[in-house]
């Protein structure tokens, strides 16, 4: 067999490291101008379903693995109780309005009452001016039977003196004697009628005082009736607090059924009839149908040929000739890089650095959020499964 001659194999030879350098050259061209990555993951939200109140599980609507639409049930906790509470609240609603309409009831008798008590002082008072008129009518009564008695006693001395010197008859002394007796007799009476008067005065006043008191107590009355009735109608507070617990019962009764809060699917089913649920405690995972998304994690070398927008090309593991096309929505703020620093002290603030003896630093991987625009058909998404992901630039 003829050797090659060394020029030949020189030839070749450089032929070959040719080819390499322009191949790695189109492979550096193409990572950079289409950046893309293997380390991707198809991941969805996945929300723990768990009840809000406690009670026996007495139905559930689904198997495990199963597609939902909003609204389905899910499971549902023995409701028995729970429409008891409302019903109890409903009660003590009625039984709140009543006590306010009583309450209203009493505001309205107390308002009267005031009416009638300020109608009692009018009248006191008119009697009281009444008893003072008349007090002062005895008074003028008084003086003028004083003034009468005065008279008709010196017309007596004057027709006693004139019958004693013979000048004047005796039955005219006589007449002027009867007519000072009748004086004294109206004087009498009239000072009888101004003792009548003060007396009426007097209880006119009592009379006037016990007014002025009964009106005081009314509006105090009234007072402590608005006081315990507050504000009226349906914004009173037992009401309002009447309305908040029955409120809060009904949704208690609406919450012991679960549904799906969206579209999407069943996974780890872990409950069943007569299981006991508590608040809090997961009893299923749901996974929201519309929240399904690309995680592809990028070297942070090739961060700057990614920008929000780009088209993607995403090839699962398990449908390796079907592409599902996307849309890059976000670059990661943040990351944790191992074995680089931590924080230590009291208030985990201050950055211990570790060293690093490494001859070569390795990229960081960022995650970049791929939003999927199509699914073909047959392919089905499956959160946490593998991915591959080609970035498009300016596509």
Partial sequence: MKKPKPGTRMLTTGAIVVVAVIALGLLYLRS??????RNGQVSANIVMIAPRVTGLVVEVGVVDN???????????????????????????????????????????????????AEAGVTTARAQVAAAEAGLKAAKASIDKSEAGLEQASRDSERADKLAADGAGSVSHAESRQA????????????????????????????????????????????????????????????????????AQAELDLERSAIRAPADGYITNLNVDVGDYASPGTPLLAFVDGASFHVEGFFRETQLRHIEVGDRAAVTLMSHRRQKVWGTVESIGWAINPPDIATTTGTSGLVPQVQPSFDWIRLAQRVPVRIRIDSVPDGVQLISGTTASVVIRPGS
Wanted: charged share 25%; with cysteine.
């Fill in 179 to 246: 007519s000072e007796e009748k004086a004294q007799a109206t004087l009498d009476g009239a000072c009888a009628g101004y003792e009548q008067a003060e007396a009426t005065l007097e209880q006119a006043r009592a009379g006037m005082a016990q007014a002025d008191a009964r009106l005081v107590s009314a509006r105090a009355q009234l007072a402590q009736a608005r006081a315990d009735l507050g504000t009226p109608g349906e914004e009173n507070v037992q009401v309002r607090s009447a309305k908040v617990s029955l």
């Fill in 32 to 37: 950079t101008r289409n950046p893309w990555t």
């Fill in 66 to 116: 199963q597609p939902v639409q909003a609204g389905d049930l899910l499971f549902r906790i023995d409701p028995d109780d729970f429409e008891l509470a409302v019903a109890s609240a409903r009660a003590q609603l009625d039984q709140a309005r009543q006590n306010v309409a009583s309450l209203e009831a009493a505001v309205v008798s107390a308002e009267a009452a005031i009416t009638e």
